[in-house]
């Protein structure tokens, strides 16, 4: 059942934001992990669903060079992570996709592989993009180390004593992956066969899982290396020590089109959290213990964005509005009067005249915090089936075409597209190494090969060929005529029904900023800091403060 | 282009097959490749998402789509729209010049008129005229026949098939409709409801000279390297730390 079905009462309705407000790209760049970001979705269904999680293959070396496998066990069924770790010199240590080396690299097996499988795996994952998997396999990654903490955290297990907090803060974990594919990448299983299983249907749950058991292999990794160095004397790391580690994870461009080429899945994602805020704020009263945990949450936000560090212009301008964001909400639930009717869309529409985007965004995942029951069932509506989607309705006229143009696109068909700066970029991919990459319009070669990435443009030369047609005539006639509309009808209809499946921005203007659609994927993953390293790379921190496998059936909430 | 076959820096695998060696793609890096292909031999963006689903169609359900649709954009490379397009009147959809059609425009055109009285409405019989390596129609008419509940026949010289809803048709197109072109007529009756089918069986193949060919008309989607995209590309502070 999709949500729109969900979303019965107009009571609920009339507290969703519009799409105008929520799908621009300041905002979205402003979003903060909440309790439906896809990491919290796994870590609830492995809890609820009694995994048995293990080891049972541990070959490393005392130069931490080896493999290992990691294995996930339901009734049903079994997934299995296997990790090979490598020896890497320092000067080949590069996060890019262009990187041709790593710490370690990863593949989640469907199942439970057999030596040969091993074997078979072994010639390939450590090379990633150069070797192939199976679609017995389904997902690829990579990881390095941080390279000072790592060796920090050895040290200091070897010789018998925990290392020094405020090293470990500063970095907040031992290895960032810096790619986690899925999806029928490189050879491995599609997304469409494996869907249909109910622990994998929300999004990028094997991803998830995948980058979930590599913190595991991190810490094993790190404990292992400091017993072969300290033998006898060494220690393992505290349980509270431990908990705190994340996965880094690296981002570049190439997440970026992803949003722009996914308009359904897009939808489903904002719909679902603008959803829940809706139904918290339509509460007619507050109860004691949701209260009560939202002080617990803005203590824990409060700590978080303490922590969190970047030396990115951008990003510390939002930590500034960010900090001083949850100091105000923190005096206002000091003084605040729970008592009035809906308390809650009290509360968020303070946030709303009060806060910055930042600050706003925060809220929402604070406020959504403590009611699991009432939200938590939106998790099963957050994937797409984009093919059901992928057909054009040619029967529709150029007369409704039109008025779904002005209807759902006005903040494209507002832009002047014969400016400079509002076609300064273009996107492309790059002949050398096929990745995504954005290029300045008037100094660099190559705007003839522009990828469609700016929806309001191609929206916008539709429209001007839609003013001059017959509108009697159906879509399908249109077409016949103009072929090159193909891509934007279909967005179109797509978005007639998808209010939230389109980014509200002109993605090649000048003043653009990648990082903000990264952020929101991010957040979406369930990341908890981010930190930009350019207009168009972040680095981020996932699992940290989240349960361990040993751990997860022990948690009281998730 | 660096085909260095180590070199492991490049977004994709795919160039990685040599020779015979099997080359089985997911349905996800069938529908990526084959779109890139189509649009380096110059369809649309959204016509190329056309051959993209089509050709991962054939391959989910074990029939070589990439090879299919390699067949044909090598004779259509370069060709103008008119001369790929059909041209609609009630009874016949034939090309204005008599040439051969494209399949993935004649595919999606079907399905974009499947509503209108042009269309393959129930009880109507229409000349399509010649039609290029016309198994790659076969993913539309598929669709088509189950969202409309159709049986759709597909006729040429002494010899027809029926997409309806037994699925033992798919055999004798593949065998018969993986050719250079046909002279086609296609007629529609009222069918049956479809189930939808099950496609994680054996998904086919291809070849590592289909995926070399494919390849090298995606590359011109491609923006060649400059000092200025490299630098840009990553980030501005070290990573080794």
């Known amino acids: 059942m999709p949500v729109s079905k969900l979303n019965k009462t107009a009571e609920v309705r009339r507290f969703m934001r519009p799409a105008s407000e929520v799908m621009r790209l300041e905002r979205m760049g402003s979003s903060h992990p909440t309790r439906l970001s896809f990491l919290r979705i796994l870590l609830r269904r492995l809890k609820s669903s009694d995994w048995q999680i293990d080891r049972p293959v541990w070959n490393v070396d005392a130069k931490g060079v080896g493999h290992g496998v990691y294995r996930v066990r339901s009734d049903e069924r079994i997934y299995s992570l296997v990790a090979f770790a490598h020896d890497l010199p320092d000067e080949m240590r590069s996060d890019r996709v262009i990187a041709t080396a790593w710490d370690a690299t990863f593949t989640l097996f469907d199942g439970e592989p057999t030596p040969d499988d091993i074997a078979r795996l072994a010639k390939n994952v450590p090379f990633q993009e150069a070797g192939r998997i199976s679609p017995k396999e389904l997902t690829l990654a990579r990881a390095n180390r941080s390279v000072r903490l790592f060796k920090h955290v050895v040290d200091a297990l070897s010789e018998g004593r925990q290392p020094d907090a405020s090293e470990m803060n500063a970095v907040g974990y031992l290895m960032r992956t810096t790619a986690v594919y899925g999806s029928g990448k490189f050879g491995a299983s599609d997304r469409e066969d494996i869907a249909q299983r109910p622990e ?16 595991a292999f991190t810490v094993d990794i790190v404990e292992h290396m400091a017993a072969a160095k300290g033998g006898a004397g060494a220690v393992k790391l505290d349980r509270d020590t431990r908990r705190s580690l994340g996965v880094g994870n690296s981002t570049g461009l190439g997440m970026a089109p992803f949003i722009v080429r996914h308009p359904v899945l897009l ?76 308390p809650w869309n009290e509360l968020w529409s303070w946030g709303e005249s009060t806060l910055t985007f930042e600050g706003q965004e925060a809220l929402l995942a604070l406020m959504l915090e403590p009611h699991g029951p009432l939200i938590d069932d939106l998790a099963d509506h957050m994937g797409a089936d984009e093919a059901a989607c992928f057909r054009i309705d ?52 190559g705007a003839s090969l522009e990828q469609p990435m700016c929806i309001a443009r191609l929206v916008a030369e539709l429209y001007a060929t839609v003013q001059d047609y017959d509108h009697t005539k159906p879509v399908a006639a249109l077409l016949l005529a103009h072929p090159e509309h193909r891509y934007a009808v279909r967005r179109v209809q797509i978005t007639k029904n998808h209010s939230y499946a389109e980014v509200h921005d002109n993605l090649i203007a000048a003043d653009m900023l990648p990082i903000d659609l990264l952020r929101c994927k991010l957040a979406y993953f369930g990341a908890s800091q981010f930190d930009p390293r350019s207009d168009r790379w972040v680095r981020i921190n996932l699992f940290a403060g989240a349960p361990f496998p040993g751990d997860i059936n022990a948690e009281s909430t998730l | 282009m ?11 695998s795919t160039p990685f097959f040599h020779g015979d060696e099997p080359a089985p793609l997911s349905c996800n890096e069938t529908a990526s490749l084959c779109m890139k292909a189509a649009r380096g031999a110059g369809m649309s963006w959204g016509m190329a998402e056309e051959a993209g689903f089509a050709s991962a169609w054939l391959v989910a359900h074990c029939i070589d789509g990439p090879s299919c649709l390699y067949a044909h954009l090598e004779r259509a490379d370069g060709k103008v729209w008119g001369d790929l397009c059909p041209t609609i009147t009630p009874t016949s959809w034939r090309n204005t010049a008599d040439h051969a059609i494209c399949p993935i425009i004649l595919g999606a055109t079907i399905c974009d008129y499947a509503d209108l009285p042009e269309g393959p409405r129930p009880d109507t019989t229409i000349q399509l005229g010649r039609v290029s390596m016309p198994i790659l129609l076969v993913p539309f008419l598929a669709v088509l026949a189950r969202k409309n509940a159709l049986g759709i026949t597909l006729k040429w010289a002494d010899s027809s098939i029926c997409i309806n809803h037994d699925e033992t048709w798919l055999e004798a197109a593949a065998r018969h409709l993986t050719v250079q072109q046909l002279d086609l007529t296609l007629s529609v009756k009222a069918g049956q409801v479809q189930k939808a089918n099950n496609q994680t069986a054996l998904k086919s193949r291809t070849t590592a000279g289909t995926i070399a060919a494919l390849n090298t008309l995606a590359m011109r989607t491609t923006v060649p390297a400059s000092d200025a995209s490299r630098s840009s590309a990553g980030s501005t502070l070290s990573d080794n730390d």
Do not use: C
Request: hydrophobic share 45%.
């Open chain 1, 394 to 445: 040619g029967a529709m006229s150029v007369a409704d075409l039109r008025s779904v143009l002005e209807q759902s696109y006005g903040w494209a068909l507002e832009i002047d597209f014969t400016t400079p700066e509002n076609t300064a970029r273009f996107w492309y991919v790059s002949e050398e190494k096929l990745e995504p990459r954005l290029g300045e319009r008037a100094t660099e070669e």
């Open chain 1, 267 to 342: 939808n489903n994602w904002m719909l679902a959290r603008e959803e829940a805020l809706a139904r918290v704020r339509a509460q007619t009263v507050a109860e004691p213990d949701a209260v009560l945990a939202l002080n617990d949450v803005h203590a824990s936000a409060m700590q978080n964005a303490v922590a969190w560090r970047s030396e990115h212009p951008v990003q510390v301008k939002k930590l500034q509005d960010l900090r001083r964001d949850l100091d105000l909400i923190a005096d206002q639930l000091e003084t605040f009067d729970w008592a009035v009717t809906r």
């Open chain 2, 2 to 12: 660096n085909t260095n076959p180590e070199d492991q820096t490049r977004g994709d």
């Open chain 1, 200 to 215: 994998l249907s929300a999004p990028f749950q094997v991803e998830m899982l995948t980058v979930w058991l590599i913190r």
